[in-house]
């Protein structure tokens, strides 16, 4: 083959045989280009961002909750949050009740009789236990009426009673005054109806503070009614609902905002390079969603799920913010989807010419730190897991960038392996 000459420039510092000549763009055409992308792209996204605040009002109104952008978003947003941390307290509560409300121990008529004696005894001298038997002491400690006593005596601390103590405090019966109406239990005991001449009856019932508190807790977490993120402002609701509006407008305005910065990347590029861009966009869109729904639906539930599962462990309760909350859920899918143009970028620079498939295949273990880093760094939050969480997906994509790079070669790339066969033959 002859070697083709490198064109040379004139005296006014132009390449006269350069075919690229009327293509070519000055810097002032570049800002002068992003600023028209730029423009273009914010009247998108605030087109989404009005056509969600009208759906949200129109679904307020018809009171559809499932009706618009914004405020189905929300609940959607923190969804993960809201049934991971009702789901770790009602195990909390389930736990706990297995190990501390067990059956209480069963005393036969003739130890209850001795208790009631002692009791007797003890309230004949004044609530003063000095006149009882050893034997009859070490009964009388271990009855609610003792240990109550001691707990008074000690201005109600319970770090005054042992474990035993507390144990037999949990599991006795206090009065608690209830109102009954007398409809149903006329009906049940078989009573005329005009016989009964009160509607309601006040009863005092025993009822085991610990045991109702358990059910109580139980049934919080059944009918759902608790929300477990919570904001310490009044303004914070209002911002909140705000960010999501912008993501939600984001994600919609995608097709367009990916558009407009795959339109700009292609206008400082010659025209043979341009045809790449044109097959970038179609990819980068699915991409992009794809990266979206796989943090909002998978990464962020197990991300949750697994920092409850150290606050279990280490016996802490959380009170989550809902701002801080969606600082991670806002931020998260947003660089997920952005990271998920690895191997586009990948492809894009195997097409021009600048890396090929065996140097991003030498070159894995410095993109393994750089990914590892950049998790790290871009992830909101400081824990291990959600940086991993982004950096497995990131290598992954990575490894099929590679392959699509060796399996569908650029073209100069196939154009030198058949001329170095030529040189060969």
Known sequence: MAATSRPTKNKYGEYPDDIFKDTRMSFGEHIEELRVRMFNAIKWLCFFLVIGFVLDGVGDAMKNPRIGVGKPMLKVITEPVESQ?????????????REKLGAAATATSEQKRETLRILEKVEMAGGKPDDLTPDELAIYVKTPQAIQRKLEANNNSLTALSPEEITILRLTPVKMPIVLPTAPLAEALG??????????????????????????????????????????????????????SILCSIVLASPFLLYQFWAFVGAGLYPHERQHIYSMFAPSLVLFLAGVVLCQFIVLPGAVKA??????????????????????????????GVSFQTPLLMVFLNRIGVFTAADYL????????????????ITPTPDVITMLYMFVPMFGLYLLGIAVCHYFPAAHEALEEAEAEEVAV
Do not use: C
């Open 85 to 97: 941390v009702r789901d770790f307290y009602y195990r909390r509560i389930e736990k706990v009740a």
């Open 191 to 244: 009573l005329p109806a005009g016989q009964v001449k009160a509607k309601e009856v006040e009863i005092e019932a025993l009822v085991v503070p610990a045991r109702f508190t358990h059910l109580t807790n139980m049934g919080e977490g059944l009918l759902e009614n608790r929300q477990y993120l919570s904001t310490l402002s009044v303004q914070e609701g209002f911002v909140v609902y705000f960010k999501v």
């Open 307 to 336: 920092l409850l599962g150290f606050n279990e462990w280490l016996g802490l309760d959380p009170e989550i913010r809902l701002r801080e909350w969606l600082g991670l859920a806002l931020v998260l899918p947003l660089v997920f």
């Open 362 to 377: 030498s070159k894995w273990r410095q993109a393994f730190m750089v990914m590892a880093v950049f998790a790290a760094l």
